[in-house]
């Protein structure tokens, strides 16, 4: 089988690199000729661990290629993703001017029967507005289908999660649509993975409800952590205790400086729009979104209660920029914003990142970039951990401290044990924890 990716961002590379893994040939499609040009050359634009084996082996062995020119790709496939981008607009809504315009030019090239899928996340009836947005601008009277395929991936372990995830979704009216989209997930029917089908507003909505629940359960924990700080209760050990639970289960029930990224923040709002516009209130999910707004800010309140609000003159050092380990994806990344409110507040910073660096750049030129953790804390005021590298996670406390001017040790991400960091002589605040 031949399919197309519109769009070769996250999701569209892990895709196609993966189905192509599994033996289908696929054209990797992008407007943006530089990073195409670096596909072609055999770079891959953003890190993600084990993908640049992935894409090389699979270019290789001729199964994978990588061009501007949709016409083509879309009238070789039989299939055809939609990966671009739904950022969000002022209002919170999802931006659906890629979609749009993806789906008109795939009008243009429609000359036999094709299935059309939606990966990119999207509001419901997106399913439908592309069906018509086709049918209108398609060239001949040819056939096609619609079908809603959202993506669960998490970047930083991307491709195990697209080789192996807990479930697949397909939303669909026609059988021939659902049939074909089953025949390319073959591989991952032999190792058993559920396959839920549905209809396309179903499927839309999935992704929604999958990303806001957790979201949820972070603020859930983040709020729960201001508590514990309260009555001297240790967070860690309350989500352990919830977390055994198995209606409850341990995942995303960390505290630390509140979720980021690409997807949370973006599908939580995403979301409160599609149901204020039906007049419908989803207050949980409007609290976990102002709870996470108040958490981000928090962190940075936290430097200020036992430093001062004046941080002039005053360095620190903050370890990890991307919004979560293995990623060097900074989009709204809580790191961005409390060196946004410690610079408000007057402190030069220094930091090290072990591959956000050069994205942060962008958003932070007047930070110190270093080498190291070492580095990033010489002649430091404090070390400020934001980012739980696993680099981060056993740093040689002595040497931190005889790096730093003062011991202030902040840990947003409760990787450290108290008791362990306070032994070495520094003042240490976390989140939840006495
Ligand atoms: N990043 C994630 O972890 C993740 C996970 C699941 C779902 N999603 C969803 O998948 C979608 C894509 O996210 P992403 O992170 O891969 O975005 P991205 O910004 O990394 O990639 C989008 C790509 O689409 C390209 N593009 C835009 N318009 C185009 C056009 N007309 N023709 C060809 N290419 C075009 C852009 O140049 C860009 O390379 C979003 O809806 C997102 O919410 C993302």
């Known amino acids: 089988m031949h399919i197309a990716i519109i769009g070769t961002g996250y999701v569209g590379l892990v895709t196609g690199a993966c189905f192509s893994e599994f033996g289908v040939s696929v054209t990797c499609v992008d407007r943006d000729t530089s990073k195409i040009d670096m596909l072609k050359s055999g770079k891959i634009p953003f890190y993600e661990p084990g993908l640049e084996e992935l894409v090389s082996r699979n270019v290789r ?32 809504s999802a931006d659906l001017r890629y979609v749009d315009a993806v789906a008109r030019e795939i009008a243009g090239h429609l000359t036999s029967y094709k299935v059309i899928v939606t990966k990119s996340t999207v509001p419901v009836g997106t399913g439908e507005r592309v069906r018509a947005i086709i049918a209108e601008h398609r060239a001949e009277a040819t056939d096609f289908d619609i079908v809603s395929n959202p993506e669960f991936l998490r970047e930083g372990a991307a491709i195990e999660d697209f080789m192996r995830p807990n479930r697949v979704v397909i939303g669909a009216r026609s059988q021939q649509a659902v049939a074909i989209l089953k025949d390319l997930y073959r591989p991952l029917y032999l190792i058993e993975t559920p396959v839920v089908v549905t209809d396309i507003e179903t499927a839309e909505l999935i992704k929604y409800a999958s990303n806001s629940f957790l979201a949820v359960k972070i603020s859930f924990i983040n709020e729960l952590s201001r508590l514990c700080e309260e009555v001297g209760a240790d967070v ?119 591959v956000a660096m050069d994205n942060a750049k962008a958003v932070l030129p007047d930070a110190a970039y270093c080498e190291d953790a070492y580095s990033a804390c010489a002649g430091a005021d404090a070390v400020v951990i934001v980012t739980e590298w696993n680099q981060f996670r056993n740093l040689d406390l002595q040497r931190l401290k005889s790096a730093l001017k003062a011991p202030f040790f902040f840990d947003f991400r409760n990787i450290y044990e108290p008791e362990k960091v306070r032994a070495h002589g520094f003042t240490y605040c976390s989140v939840g924890r006495r």
Do not use: W
């Not at 209130?281 to 709870?291: F, K, Q, T």
């Not at 036992?306 to 003159?313: C, E, K, P, Q, S």
């Open 236 to 354: 860690k050990t309350v989500a352990k205790g919830m977390g055994l639970d198995g209606r409850i289960g341990g995942k995303f029930l960390h505290a630390g400086a509140g979720f980021g990224g690409s997807c949370f923040p973006k599908d939580t709002r995403a979301l409160l729009q599609i149901a204020s516009s039906r007049n419908v209130r989803l207050g949980i999910v409007e609290a976990a979104v102002s709870a996470n707004e108040r958490q981000i800010t928090l962190m940075a309140e936290k430097v200020f209660g036992v430093m001062g609000a004046d941080l002039t003159g005053k360095t620190l050092a903050v370890l990890g920029l991307s919004f979560k380990p293995n990623t060097d994806d900074i989009r709204e990344a809580p790191a961005i914003a409390i060196i946004s409110a410690l610079r408000a507040a007057g402190a030069n910073i220094r930091t090290y990142d072990p």
């Open 61 to 92: 062995q001729g199964r994978l290629s990588f061009t501007t020119d949709l016409g083509p790709a879309v009238a070789d496939s039989l299939v055809v993703f939609v990966a671009v981008g739904t950022p969000p607009r002022g209002d919170g």
